[in-house]
């Protein structure tokens, strides 16, 4: 057997087995311990956690509730995404690289402070309450915050830039010169677009609705926010389970289910799409 | 020292321009600013704190935030690391299950030595876990002035010697906009204020397990100390759920969303409240009755620098000191009125009791409701979810 792949992969697999393999080995043989009390945690082999899991509807509604808000949040930022990767991509603009400063800047700043931001724009006092009722548009504040939409809009705010980041480096990688040969065949602009660019940048898309379908899946803190009380994801069981409860068992087995969950898409997708398809937006 | 990052800055901004102190263009101005000096003078800070720290010992101190925060930092720790060259790093948690989660999953308690615990449940719970470390006492004289009352539920969990002197006491009672709803109207219905279907939307909730199930058994009618139908308790808590608009979890998002009128009926912290009023809002506030009330206390964890950890709760208890944290944080202080001479500021705060015995407020039963609290906390974060 030739021994250099091996060699020159070692590093790489040593990382993944040590950052990735082993800590969710501990969080699978945590999975079967029992929780005794708050705190108190007694090491055994049962399997009443994985029991309530598959048996209690509780979460499959919490399973169903993220597969829906994280398929339109990826939607959604697949759409609005396209058009500012399109224009970043398109610009004679010759300070290009000032437009992706811009779009990197939020990443400065911590993420909890850019989805609190939003109780500034959305609240009672916020922003646009204020710019409504100072055009005289409403007389009194329209309830925005603490609703399913606010969630949203908190992920999109967060989550946009991965997605106009893949997209535009596939844009980039697109010969300029095809949509004006589109053009000189007949194609109108849209048309060119169409059947031309959109296609062609369709793996960036992809790269980019699978990193968004997987962060909003495995988030929590945005719909703790910037939700009401029925305004979950899956990720906030785990929480509950871990902090409030203090029950790490259970919380092991609903990480654990999610990191399955969620590796279950991307391999999906992966056999979908094709992961060579996808490494494409990166060429 | 005050460890402080950019989180807890903009807090700190937030509450600022929600008091009114600074307009939204400064605050906006002031954000842009704090990241960028974040961002500058973090690694310089971090270097002058390390050698700042070098010249005496660290006492970490974790606590509920806000003017809480503010009055301990002001009126204690700046004080007693001026007077003793120790420093005292302070940080916010949300509760101390935070804090146990963490200590748990690093396996010690390495930069965790003081904590504002709440309530006589979570002492019982730190020192069953075997975070409790042993206090001596004659270190502390000024434990000699704090209410016998407030320190007995403490000595009967542990005899021989205590974890943590008490320190400030309070009520989790009802405030309400006075511009939406009467005092007539709030007295009327106590407790179930929380539950007037006309204010759906408007209605506010503190996120936590014990107190759902308080005020759920307040609404059911049952003794919350010997609660018999818990399905009719957390009927109530579902009543409430479908009326609320946000479950707060800090002091600073309770005062947050009453200043901003989110909500306009929530139970609250009394002192919070006071702080609302001070501000000049218009948020009463109000104890149904059997309203819950609680105590807090200065928990030292196990394995702290006890000297140190002693000199700092003496120091905290010093009468001036004392006195002073508890006008900042509008929370009674633990010491015996009898005994120590109250200001008007104090008598004047909610929940405070002049007789020194706390026999007219109605505290959790840890014997009752520790045993229970993996259910009934399961149990909540269920229906506070739909279920």
């Given at each position: 057997m030739?021994?250099?792949?091996?060699?020159?992969?070692?590093?790489?697999?040593?990382?993944i087995v040590?950052?990735?393999?082993?800590?969710m080995s501990?969080i699978?043989v945590y999975?079967?311990?029992?929780?005794?009390?708050?705190a108190?945690?007694?090491?055994?082999?049962q399997?009443?956690?994985w029991?309530?899991?598959?048996?209690?509807?509780?979460y499959?509604?919490?399973i169903?509730?993220t597969?829906?808000?994280?398929?339109i949040?990826?939607v959604?930022?697949?759409v609005l995404g396209?058009?500012?990767?399109y224009?970043i991509?398109?610009?004679?603009?010759?300070?290009r690289w000032?437009?992706l400063?811009l779009?990197?800047?939020?990443?400065?700043?911590?993420?909890?402070?850019r989805?609190?931001?939003?109780?500034?724009i959305?609240?009672?006092q916020?922003?646009?309450?204020?710019?409504l009722?100072?055009?005289g548009?409403i007389?009194?504040?329209?309830?925005?915050?603490f609703?399913?939409?606010?969630?949203?809009?908190?992920?999109?705010?967060?989550f946009?830039?991965?997605?106009?980041?893949?997209?535009?480096?596939?844009?980039?990688?697109?010969?300029r010169?095809?949509?004006?040969?589109?053009?000189?065949l007949?194609?109108?602009?849209?048309?060119?677009?169409?059947?031309v660019?959109?296609?062609l940048?369709l793996?960036?898309?992809?790269?980019?609705?699978l990193?968004?379908?997987?962060l909003?899946g495995?988030s929590?803190?945005?719909?703790?926010?910037?939700?009401?009380p029925s305004d979950?994801?899956?990720g906030?069981?785990?929480?509950?389970?871990?902090v409030?409860?203090?029950?790490?068992?259970?919380?092991a087995?609903l990480s654990?289910?999610?990191?399955?969950?969620?590796?279950?898409?991307?391999?999906a997708?992966?056999?979908?799409m094709g992961?060579?398809q996808?490494?494409?937006?990166?060429? | 020292?005050?460890k402080i990052?950019?989180?807890?800055?903009?807090?700190?901004?937030?509450?600022?321009?929600?008091?009114?102190?600074v307009?939204?263009r400064?605050?906006?101005?002031?954000?842009?600013?704090?990241?960028i000096?974040?961002?500058?003078?973090?690694g310089?800070m971090?270097?002058?704190?390390?050698?700042?720290?070098?010249?005496?010992?660290t006492?970490?101190?974790?606590?509920?935030?806000?003017?809480?925060s503010e009055?301990?930092r002001?009126?204690?720790?700046?004080?007693?690391?001026?007077?003793?060259?120790?420093?005292?790093?302070?940080?916010t948690f949300g509760?101390e299950?935070?804090?146990?989660t963490?200590?748990?999953a690093?396996?010690n308690t390495?930069?965790?030595?003081?904590?504002?615990?709440?309530?006589?449940s979570?002492y019982?719970?730190?020192v069953?876990?075997?975070?409790?470390?042993?206090?001596?006492?004659?270190?502390?004289p000024?434990?000699?002035?704090?209410m016998?009352?407030?320190?007995?539920?403490?000595r009967a969990?542990?005899p021989?010697?205590l974890?943590?002197?008490?320190y400030?006491?309070?009520?989790?009672g009802?405030?309400y906009?006075?511009k939406?709803v009467?005092?007539?109207e709030?007295?009327?219905?106590?407790a179930n204020?929380?539950?007037?279907?006309?204010?759906?939307?408007?209605?506010?909730?503190?996120?936590d397990?014990a107190?759902r199930?308080w005020?759920?058994?307040?609404?059911?009618?049952?003794d919350?100390?010997?609660?018999?139908?818990?399905d009719a308790?957390?009927?109530?808590?579902?009543?409430?759920?479908d009326?609320v608009?946000?479950?707060?979890?800090s002091g600073?998002e309770?005062?947050?969303?009453l200043a901003?009128?989110?909500i306009?009926v929530?139970?609250a912290?009394?002192?919070?409240?006071?702080?609302l009023?001070?501000?000049?809002?218009p948020?009463?506030?109000m104890?149904p009755?059997?309203g819950?009330?609680?105590?807090?206390?200065?928990?030292?964890?196990?394995?702290s620098?006890?000297?140190?950890?002693?000199?700092?709760l003496n120091?905290?208890?010093?009468p001036a000191?004392s006195?002073?944290v508890a006008?900042?944080?509008?929370?009674?202080?633990?010491?015996?009125?009898?005994?120590?001479?109250?200001t008007?500021a104090?008598?004047?705060?909610p929940?405070?009791?002049?007789t020194?015995?706390?026999?007219?407020?109605?505290?959790?039963d840890?014997?009752?409701?520790?045993?229970?609290?993996?259910?009934y906390?399961a149990?909540?974060?269920r229906?506070a979810?739909?279920?």
């Amino acid at each position: 057997m030739e021994r250099r792949p091996w060699i020159l992969l070692a590093p790489a697999l040593v990382t993944i087995v040590m950052l990735v393999v082993v800590p969710m080995s501990f969080i699978l043989v945590y999975s079967f311990y029992e929780n005794i009390d708050l705190a108190v945690d007694r090491v055994a082999f049962q399997f009443s956690n994985w029991q309530a899991l598959f048996l209690d509807n509780y979460y499959r509604i919490a399973i169903w509730k993220t597969l829906r808000l994280s398929v339109i949040v990826t939607v959604l930022a697949a759409v609005l995404g396209y058009i500012p990767a399109y224009f970043i991509a398109m610009t004679k603009f010759r300070q290009r690289w000032l437009l992706l400063l811009l779009l990197i800047l939020p990443f400065w700043i911590s993420f909890i402070i850019r989805t609190l931001s939003w109780i500034h724009i959305l609240g009672n006092q916020g922003a646009l309450n204020g710019l409504l009722q100072w055009l005289g548009v409403i007389d009194a504040p329209l309830q925005m915050m603490f609703t399913e939409a606010t969630v949203i809009v908190g992920f999109l705010h967060v989550f946009l830039p991965y997605m106009i980041l893949n997209v535009y480096v596939s844009l980039e990688g697109i010969d300029r010169n095809l949509e004006p040969a589109a053009r000189t065949l007949g194609a109108t602009p849209w048309q060119a677009f169409l059947e031309v660019t959109l296609p062609l940048s369709l793996p960036g898309l992809a790269a980019g609705c699978l990193l968004v379908f997987v962060l909003t899946g495995g988030s929590y803190v945005t719909p703790l926010i910037l939700g009401g009380p029925s305004d979950y994801l899956f990720g906030n069981l785990i929480h509950d389970a871990v902090v409030s409860e203090l029950n790490w068992p259970m919380g092991a087995t609903l990480s654990f289910t999610l990191l399955v969950l969620l590796g279950a898409v991307v391999v999906a997708y992966s056999r979908l799409m094709g992961l060579n398809q996808l490494s494409k937006a990166f060429r | 020292m005050k460890k402080i990052d950019s989180t807890k800055r903009y807090e700190i901004l937030r509450e600022r321009m929600g008091n009114g102190d600074v307009d939204r263009r400064t605050f906006m101005g002031l954000l842009g600013a704090a990241g960028i000096t974040t961002g500058v003078s973090g690694g310089i800070m971090v270097g002058m704190a390390q050698q700042a720290r070098a010249a005496g010992t660290t006492l970490n101190f974790e606590g509920w935030g806000g003017v809480v925060s503010e009055a301990l930092r002001k009126n204690a720790f700046d004080p007693y690391e001026a007077a003793t060259g120790n420093t005292v790093v302070d940080s916010t948690f949300g509760g101390e299950n935070e804090v146990l989660t963490k200590i748990k999953a690093a396996g010690n308690t390495d930069g965790h030595n003081i904590l504002h615990s709440s309530g006589v449940s979570w002492y019982q719970r730190w020192v069953d876990a075997g975070y409790g470390s042993e206090l001596n006492e004659a270190n502390i004289p000024n434990l000699a002035n704090v209410m016998e009352a407030i320190i007995a539920p403490f000595r009967a969990i542990t005899p021989n010697s205590l974890s943590a002197v008490p320190y400030d006491y309070g009520t989790t009672g009802i405030a309400y906009n006075t511009k939406y709803v009467t005092k007539e109207e709030a007295e009327a219905l106590g407790a179930n204020l929380l539950l007037k279907k006309e204010l759906k939307g408007k209605i506010g909730g503190w996120g936590d397990a014990a107190n759902r199930a308080w005020y759920g058994a307040l609404q059911s009618g049952q003794d919350p100390n010997n609660i018999e139908d818990w399905d009719a308790v957390w009927d109530k808590a579902r009543e409430h759920r479908d009326l609320v608009l946000k479950y707060w979890s800090s002091g600073a998002e309770l005062m947050d969303l009453l200043a901003k009128e989110e909500i306009y009926v929530t139970e609250a912290w009394s002192g919070r409240v006071a702080a609302l009023q001070e501000q000049g809002h218009p948020i009463a506030y109000m104890d149904p009755k059997n309203g819950l009330a609680w105590m807090e206390s200065m928990f030292v964890l196990k394995g702290s620098p006890m000297a140190e950890a002693e000199e700092l709760l003496n120091f905290m208890l010093d009468p001036a000191t004392s006195i002073a944290v508890a006008e900042g944080q509008k929370y009674p202080s633990s010491l015996d009125p009898n005994k120590v001479p109250m200001t008007d500021a104090i008598k004047a705060l909610p929940a405070y009791d002049p007789t020194g015995k706390l026999a007219n407020l109605v505290f959790r039963d840890p014997v009752t409701w520790n045993p229970l609290e993996k259910d009934y906390t399961a149990a909540w974060n269920r229906v506070a979810k739909g279920g």
